[in-house]
Nanobody, 123 residues
Framework: QVQLVESGGGLVQAGGSLRLSCAAS????????MGWFRQAPGQEREFVAA????????YYADSVKGRFTISRDNAKYTVYLQMNSLKPEDTAVYYC????????????????WGQGTQVTVSS
């Protein structure tokens, strides 16, 4: 199993940018497709973005398409989420997650999760 630790969250004004990082340890990082999910207070956890094992394929929720970019560096065992043009509705705890096989937007398919990092966007 892989262990995941997110970082990079914080408070930012609307229109600003943040870059989240997720550092992995344990099994070979390139064995895993990676995803970012988020959970706002009182809401269910939702898909944000996913990336295939070698970064060839990426997928995004409609709500973040064109604003967020997922990437990975397998040599550094790290996946990133670059978030631009942030909106107050992007406020949530952001989680990275890992799964064996292809990248998908389905939360239940991800077996390993980080502890989350808070992103707050002020208006």
């Amino acid at each position: 199993q892989v262990q995941l630790v997110e970082s990079g969250g914080g408070l930012v004004q609307a229109g600003g940018s943040l870059r989240l990082s997720c550092a992995a340890s344990g099994r070979t990082f390139s064995s895993y497709a990676m995803g970012w999910f988020r959970q706002a207070p009182g809401q269910e956890r939702e898909f944000v973005a996913a990336i295939s094992r070698y970064g060839v394929n990426t997928y995004y929720a409609d709500s973040v398409k064109g604003r967020f970019t997922i990437s990975r560096d397998n040599a550094k065992y790290t996946v990133y989420l670059q978030m631009n043009s942030l909106k107050p509705e992007d406020t949530a705890v952001y989680y990275c997650a890992a799964k064996i096989g292809i990248a998908t937007p389905y939360l239940r398919e991800y077996a390993s999760w980080g502890q989350g990092t808070q992103v707050t966007v002020s208006s």
